[in-house]
Each structure stands twice: as structure tokens, then as C-alpha cells.
């Protein structure tokens, strides 16, 4: 009797609700198929017929002028955000300090929110070593961290010599901008009124650091070779990259400048500048040194804010944009649908529940049937166009496909905090930069003692992986396909992550 009840559920209940969800995999697994496949159209497109933004966009280099001298340069404002950044500072202010602009018309700003007494005394070194040298440099505190970053830059826009500056160039800490950045970004703005923001890619300097930063640099590079690209050019709009970036100060205020209601504030700002009508260009040929989160705690970290705060911009924006009177209705959908709900929210639920739920549980649903397109040829061809964006890691695809699933849990459990607006949904956690990447030891590291082998185990990780494992040893023994040489690797992926054996 308890047989017959069972098999009774099984067939009335549970198999009807598992094809059900896999219906939805597949539908949804198309609409990420279709989005993929037309951004690289796109950026096929640009590369066969050259449509640099030179060549979309009037672009020529600054002349000196003999009557007007220096004048005929506009002043910029260059913000260098900060927080306790012990091993990188100094290169950045570096960075910042060397690009080649006239001396009269330009301003470095660091914004120290430090609270190690040490750190804010060297910062302040830093800057006073530079103001000798003739920059002009400002070190701006303030005696709170509300809103964090957005915080620290609303606050230093509030200063009276902003208001001489035209344009705003923006770096993290950890950027390095070449000394032609701003001769090569500003004569966008300057010759294309339309323009609000211009953007350069990251280049990473410790790509190499271990199999962990080689997976982000592809990820990345598919990124600002995929999205940013893609955005720019046929819809001259994209999400701003937080650094690396120069603004019109006139297309901020317009849009009310920076708020910190979210953790991607710079998301915030472009989508609002973007639907008061203004444009945006990606430059991929501007590169910016930058360096990539070696410690797999610290990528969990940067990789919850990366998905949460979009979901909950998301949440707090709808509204909003469906009631835009300034752009198109094309453009609306096309951030609402495209921008958001596919890429920043239904991508992290798919991937993680999809390939790490629905696929194991599979083993135990003989009578539903998922298509080999689904489980093969769409992921292929996604793998593929990512690798493509980095050739030189091609042979690490594999690697890269069982790590993205892993992370896409974090990911899908950021998307749900953002949405949801759950406890930790404004938590900010810098990202630690290690600077010995960089290849310059500025001050000793400071390491903090283990306490126990159990400290670097990731339960979460370790939970999924096993559930794997057990559906791959329950397919190689009862199985009728080869679904299991897959499924032991995810768990072997997910076991490695959850005991703490990635990153340095």
C-alpha cells in the first residue's frame, strides 16, 4: 500500500511538476541562447566593417593653441575612491599624478575614507610628495562611511573647485591609467555634445596569479567584449564599470548625481543619465591596468555585490523607467528586458538551478526527457563565444564552465537578498587588494592567524557538491547515459571550492 501510494505521488505529483520546471529551463535557456548569440552579431559587425568610435564619433586630438595656451584644455576632475587600501595607494595616486594634461587644468581628488590611522597617515604623504611637485592634489576625509563609495564621491563633488571642472575621471584604487588616458577620453566629450560617459576596458596585471584570476579575466573580457560592446554600439547605452571612466559633470547633474539607495551606484547613476536622453561609448582599445580578487573569500565577497545590487536597483527602478518621458519605448525595453531581467537576474537563477539542481535531479526522473540541445549545444556555443574574448585560455574552458556554476550560486543567492531587500542587501565589503600582484611591495602584509583547518570550509559549496556527487554515483550505477562524467565533475568543482583550495 505504501508502494502504491508513493509511485502514485511520483506520477500524479512529482513528475508533472519536475517536467514543468524543466520546460522552464528550456525556455528560459533559449532567451539567454537568442541574448548571447546577438550581442556577438553585433560585435562581429564591428569588427568586419571597423566601426570604431573614432569613426561613429567625431574624435580629434587636443591642439595646442598659441593665444589660449593651456586654456584650450578643459579642467578635469580626477577621483581616486578609497578605503584602507594599504598595498595600492601609492600606485594609484601614481597613476593619476603622471597623465599627461596641463598642469592648471586638472585636479586629483582622493577620497580617504581610512580608518587605520597608518594608512590615512601615508595617503597624506603621498598626496603632500605630489602637491610639491606641483600637482594639483586634494586629499578630502570625512568623519563617516555613510553610503560608502557613492558617499565618498557625492561628498567630494560638494567641494567649491569642482565646479571649474567640466569632466570627471574616475578610478578605484587599484587602476593604473596610462599618462595618455585623458588625451585619448576627453576629446570624445569635448567634440560630441551628446556624450555623458566614456569608457575604457580593464586590463588585469595579475591575470596570471593563479587558475581563479584567469577564470575572472575570462569572464571579463567576454564582458567588455560582449555587453559593454554590443551596448555601446547599438544602443549607446551600457552599465558604467564603477572606474575607469570619464563623466560629463553637466550629464550627472542632470540626473541628480550620485546615489547611494543601492551597492552599484554606478549602475544607479547610468542608468538615470541614460534615460534623461544622454549617450554613452565604450572604448576597448583604452585599457586600464587594474588588478583581480586572488582569494576566492574575497571574489565571494565582490561577486554578492556585483549580482545584488543590480537585482535591487532593479526592484527600485522599474517603475521608473516605465515612465520615462525622455527616451524611446525601444530603449526602455531594451534596459528593463535585456539590461536587467535577463542578464542580471534570470541569467544567475538559470545557470545555478538549472545546471546544478534540475540536471543532477534528472537522474531520478527516468521518464523526463531533456533535449540534447540544452545540455550541449547551447552551452557549447555560450563556452565558445566566451573563450573566444580570451584565446590565450582557451584550453581552460572546462574549468571555466564548473567554476561559473559554482559562483552562480552566490550569484542567484545576491539576485534573491536584492530582490527580496534581505539583511544584506546594502553590505559592502571592499574588495582586498594584495599589491604584491603589482608587482611593488609598498608595506608589509598583515595576516591573520587560522584558527583550525575547518576555518576555510565553505558549507554551502560543500553541501551541493555532495548532493552532486550522490546524483553521479546514482547515474554511473543505474544510469542509461553518460550524464555522470559531467555530474562528477561539478561536484569535484564544488567540493574544491568548498574547502577552500582556490585562489592564493
Known sequence: MDTMWLTQVRSLLLVPMFKCLVDICLVISLLVFVESVYMNIVVIYVKLFKRKPEKIYKWEAMQEDIELGDQNYPMVLVQIPMYNEREVFQLSIGAACRLTWPLDRVIIQVLDDSTDPTIMEMVSMECAKWASKGINIKCERRDNRNGYKAGALKQGMRHSYVKQCNYIAIFDADFQPEPDYLHRTIPFLIHNPELALVQARWKFVNANECLMTRMQE???????????????????????????????????????????????????????????????????????????????????????????????????????????????????????????????????FFTFFFYCIVLPTSVFFYEVNIPTWSTVYVPFMITLFT??????????????????????????????????????????????????????????????????????????????????????????????????????????????????????
Open 218 to 348: 575570462m569572464s571579463l573580457n567576454y564582458h567588455f567584449m560582449a555587453e559593454q560592446e554590443s551596448g555601446s554600439t547599438r544602443h549607446a547605452f551600457f552599465g558604467f564599470n564603477g572606474t575607469a571612466g570619464v563623466w560629463r559633470l553637466a550629464g550627472m547633474e542632470e540626473a541628480g548625481g550620485w546615489k547611494d539607495r543601492t551597492t552599484v551606484e554606478d549602475m544607479d547613476l547610468a542608468v538615470r543619465v541614460g534615460l534623461h536622453g544622454w549617450k554613452f561609448v565604450f572604448v576597448n582599445d583604452i585599457e586600464v591596468k587594474s588588478e583581480l580578487p586572488s582569494q576566492f573569500k574575497a571574489f565571494r565577497f565582490q561577486q554578492h555585490r556585483w549580482s545584488c545590487g543590480p537585482a535591487n536597483l532593479f526592484r527600485k527602478m522599474t517603475m521608473e523607467i516605465i515612465h520615462n518621458k525622455r527616451v524611446m519605448i525601444w530603449k526602455k525595453l531594451y534596459v528593463i528586458y535585456s539590461f536587467f531581467f535577463l542578464r542580471k537576474i534570470l541569467v544567475h
Open 387 to 504: 573563450a573566444i574574448a580570451t584565446p590565450r585560455s582557451f584550453y581552460l574552458v572546462v574549468c571555466w564552465v564548473l567554476f561559473e556554476n559554482v559562483m552562480a550560486m552566490h550569484r542567484t543567492k545576491g539576485t534573491f537578498i536584492g530582490l527580496l531587500e534581505g539583511g544584506r542587501v546594502n553590505e559592502w565589503v571592499v574588495t582586498e587588494k594584495l599589491g604584491d600582484a603589482l608587482q611593488t611591495k609598498l608595506l608589509p602584509q598583515v595576516k591573520k592567524p587560522r584558527n583550525g583547518i575547518l576555518q576555510g570550509l565553505n558549507v554551502k559549496e560543500m553541501m551541493v557538491g555532495i548532493y552532486i556527487l550522490c546524483c553521479a554515483c546514482y547515474d554511473f550505477a543505474f544510469g542509461t547515459t553518460v550524464l555522470y562524467i559531467y555530474l562528477f565533475m561539478q561536484a569535484l568543482a564544488f567540493i574544491i571550492c568548498g574547502v577552500g583550495f582556490v585562489g592564493t
